[in-house]
């Protein structure tokens, strides 16, 4: 069974820094394309921004709100994901998702996901 856990979350202010992780157990590599998702608050259960991919090649995609604050990373050997969150803004608060394709390619920050975590809390106060 393929199981994606995140783990980080919690509560930072605003300007300040946050790192997620998630761990992935069940799948041979995770040299394929994952991702994070995020949901904002009072969103359908359903909807959920891609925000950053890292591809099998190494290519990373995000979107503009996070472009330049965030980075995404792997650590291949210990299969988990990371999302390292800088100069976070209260606009970031919300549910993060970390996914996993059977794809190489992410062809975005919204990749097409075959697996999903539970999601990690995060809030930002001002």
């Known amino acids: 069974e393929v199981q994606l856990v995140e783990s980080g979350g919690g509560s930072v202010h605003t300007g300040g820094s946050m790192t997620l992780s998630c761990t992935v157990s069940?799948?041979?590599?995770?040299?394929?394309?994952m991702a994070w998702f995020r949901r904002a608050p009072g969103e359908e259960r359903e909807e959920r921004e891609g925000?950053?991919?890292?591809?099998?090649?190494?290519?990373?995609s995000y979107t503009d709100s996070v472009e330049g604050r965030f980075t995404i990373s792997k650590d291949i050997a210990k299969k988990i994901l990371y999302l390292e969150m800088d100069n976070v803004k209260p606009e970031d608060t919300g549910m993060y998702f970390c996914?996993?394709?059977?794809?190489?390619?992410?062809?975005?920050?919204?990749?097409?996901?075959?697996?999903w975590g539970q999601g990690t809390h995060v809030t930002v106060s001002s």
């Open positions: 996914a996993l394709s059977d794809s190489l390619y992410c062809g975005g920050p919204s990749p097409l996901v075959n697996y």
């Open positions: 069940g799948y041979p590599s995770i040299r394929y394309c």
């Open positions: 925000i950053a991919s890292l591809d099998g090649g190494g290519r990373t």
